[in-house]
């Protein structure tokens, strides 16, 4: 209690600690308090009695009580009394009932609104239309009822409004599409009914919207291209009726995409095969009709497809993904037919009818063309023995791997100023890596391979005849090859400006936040699962570390050094090898028996997110004896988070913090889930991906909607 005599005070954050008891009603005596942060405690109130005190604080610009469930009862309708500087109001998950005071009106440069995950009732007050700074509106997981009032599309500077699982009743009004600062727009799980206004598509910087689980019919919005930034869009159990608009070509961002559930006919359009983000399309349960497009077979990251339950007919794809759908994606389209896996008729191909027509086909068709491949094959014979066939071992040979183009020694040696110190980037399995700049003016980084090194002749063919076979955007692309045999070996490989994520880890002058940590694991657990799963034969990278992520200039991750990868054929799912890989990230089976496996890459990427986010190496002075980074994780992990996690990112106050916090705790648990002691406990890559791009919603829905 004696904390209130703290007269000087402008600041108290008490958060996420096991503080009890009751929280002081003589807070109010604090008079020059600015910021006041209780939330995530053990702390009670029984009727919010405080918030009346605070209303002697004039200053009060930050006022945070939430996840505190022992907190209890009404918003007090002195709420409207509070600081006129008030910004941000903070109070999820504090079991709140009642109505929301209308005189919340007053605080007239509030920015923020987080009452998310109460059991608030009534409707939406009008008042707060008058909010000329509103930013954020939390209301979702509530049991608001009543129309959304018009009064709200006054809020020109809102971006986020959640209303989500409330049970908001009455048409979605049109003047929404008016508030063009919206970037989230959250109004599923609740009773709106009638048709979605066409007026929404004005919001053009509009990211996320969801309609889903109301009673809205009629047709989409024909003019659903101008979403061009869109990149999630869930309208499914609803009762939309129409075509797919032709406009769906245009949602070139979108990664999320449901439409399930509804009444929508007509075909799938062909254009669906331009959206090359999309990661999630679920059109299941509506009325389709026609084929399944074949431009799906293009869209290299998507990860979940769903045309069940509709009247589609003909032949399922077979390339791109389709190989890693389920019959669930298909069931209920009883005219389909395709691979037996699937659970579909075999398609049918059409027999001649008799033998007349083979006899004519063969006479007037095959004939001609064999007579073709024939002479062919005769001028191809000729010409390849016309060539030379004694070429100067000293000749640049170069391997059309990637962008094909032709680079010599010379060329290289003019690009990196003689191989420079001043030019040197690292060094390699095998070799040393430098930026070249080539004469177009290109920057590259050239891999030079130090062939008195053993083995480094295996290694320059290993990573040529891995860089030929894939392509991901997730993985470093190479350029060119030269090769002159027994002197010179390098690969001209893709320039990483931002450099390796070892750097941004440790150098001093460099920070990564939570965000940008988690999404550069998702970018390298991605290229993990397309090495071992999207490839006839998987690939084992083996040298898994933070030196080995590098980073382009929006930083986005991509995975290099192939130098001592495995390749493995479809009998096996493992193979032994005498190879060494780097100490600290090599898993149990590979440093004892020499195991090769794709469990082994999932090991070490859990120990490349440990590192990640407690920003200590697998090698580091502390772990000596029986102690390692896993085994110190594991043992502090229950214990207050940033014993552990890396300091820099809790430096936050607030909503962010826990979000920090949740986050980060996530991605521990992943990690050590991925570098258990047996191979076959360890998740595959599919499932880690999964795992991951969960953790991110959930953080980026903790951060925008306020828990």
């Known amino acids: 209690m004696s904390i209130s005599n703290a007269s000087q005070l402008t600041s108290l954050d008490i958060s996420s600690n096991y503080f009890s008891g009751t929280i002081p009603d003589t807070l109010g005596n604090l008079r020059n308090l600015k910021r006041l942060n209780l939330e995530t405690t053990n702390l009670s109130s029984s009727g919010m009695s405080f918030l009346s005190s605070l209303t002697n604080c004039r200053g009060l610009e930050v006022l945070c009580f939430g996840d505190n469930p022992l907190i209890s009862g009404k918003l007090p309708g002195s709420i409207g009394n509070l600081s006129s500087s008030l910004q941000k109001f903070y109070g999820p998950a504090c079991n709140i009932r009642g109505s929301i005071p209308s005189g919340f009106g007053n605080l ?13 009732t009534g409707m939406i007050p009008t008042t707060i239309g008058g909010l000329k700074e509103l930013q954020k509106i939390s209301f979702h997981h509530n049991k608001l009822d009543g129309p959304i009032p018009s009064d709200l599309c006054h809020l020109k500077k809102l971006a986020f409004l959640f209303l989500s699982s409330n049970k908001l009743s009455g048409p979605i009004p049109a003047c929404l599409g008016g508030l063009i600062a919206l970037r989230s727009l959250y109004l599923d799980s609740n009773m709106f009914s009638s048709t979605i206004p066409s007026t929404l598509t004005r919001i053009s910087d509009l990211l996320i919207l969801n309609l889903s689980s109301n009673s809205l019919s009629g047709p989409l919005p024909i003019d659903i291209g101008k979403w061009k930034v869109l990149t999630s869009m869930d309208l499914s159990n609803n009762q939309l009726s129409s075509d797919i608009p032709i406009g769906v070509a245009d949602l070139q961002d979108v990664t999320y995409f449901s439409l399930s559930n509804n009444r929508i006919r007509g075909s799938i359009p062909e254009s669906f095969g331009n959206l090359l983000s999309l990661e999630f399309l679920d059109l299941s349960r509506n009325n389709l ?16 497809f769903n045309v069940s339950f509709n009247r589609l007919q003909g032949e399922i794809p077979k390339g791109g993904s389709f190989g890693n759908y389920s019959f669930e994606s298909f069931k209920g389209n009883e005219a389909l037919c395709g691979a037996a896996q699937l659970h579909v008729p075999s398609c049918k191909t059409r027999r ?7 006899t004519k086909l063969i006479i007037f068709v095959a004939l001609p063309i064999a007579s073709a491949v024939l002479v062919v094959s005769l001028i191809i014979i000729i010409l390849r023995r016309r060539k030379r066939k004694d070429r100067s071992t000293a000749q640049e040979d170069l391997t059309p791997l990637g962008t094909w183009r032709r680079i010599s020694y010379h060329d290289l040696h003019q690009a990196t100023n003689g191989f420079s110190d001043r030019r040197f980037l690292g060094t390699g399995s095998y070799g040393s890596v430098y930026q070249g700049t080539l004469l177009d003016g290109m920057e590259v980084a050239v891999k030079v391979f130090k062939l008195e090194l053993e083995g480094a002749f295996k290694s320059f063919d290993v990573e040529c005849e891995v860089l030929r076979n894939i392509r991901h955007r997730n993985l470093i692309k190479i350029i060119s090859s030269c090769s002159n045999d027994l002197d010179f070996k390098a690969l001209v490989l893709e320039f990483m400006p931002n450099g390796s994520l070892d750097k941004w880890l440790y150098f001093n002058n460099h920070f990564l936040d939570i965000l940008q940590r988690l999404n550069i694991m998702i970018d390298v657990a991605s290229a993990l699962e397309y090495l071992h799963h999207g490839n006839a034969t998987p690939v084992v990278h083996c040298d898994l570390k933070p030196s080995n992520v590098l980073l382009d200039e929006d930083m986005v991750a991509h995975l290099g050094d192939f130098g001592i990868a495995k390749l493995l054929c479809k009998e096996d799912s493992m193979i032994h090898t005498m190879t060494m890989a780097t100490i600290g990230y090599v898993a149990p089976e590979y440093g004892i028996e020499g195991i090769v496996s794709t469990k082994g890459d999932v090991y070490s990427f859990g120990i490349l997110m440990i590192e990640t986010i407690t920003r200590k190496k697998p090698t580091d002075k502390m772990f000596a004896g029986e102690q390692s980074l896993k085994i110190w994780v594991k043992e502090s992990i229950s214990s207050p988070l940033n014993q552990v996690v890396d300091t820099n990112l809790l430096c936050t106050i607030g909503s962010e913090r826990s979000a920090a916090n949740n986050c980060a705790l996530s991605i521990l648990h992943v990690g050590l889930e991925c570098s258990l002691e047996l191979p076959n406990e360890r998740p595959n890559m599919k499932e880690i991906v999964t795992k991951l791009n969960k953790i991110k919603v959930k953080f980026l829905e903790d951060i925008e909607g306020g828990g």
């Open 289 to 304: 009709s026609g084929q399944i497009p074949k431009s799906f077979e293009k869209l290299p990251y998507l990860k979940y």
């Open 352 to 358: 001649l009818r008799n033998s007349k027509v083979r």
């Open 108 to 120: 007239s440069r509030l920015i923020s609104i987080y009452l998310s995950h109460n059991k608030l």
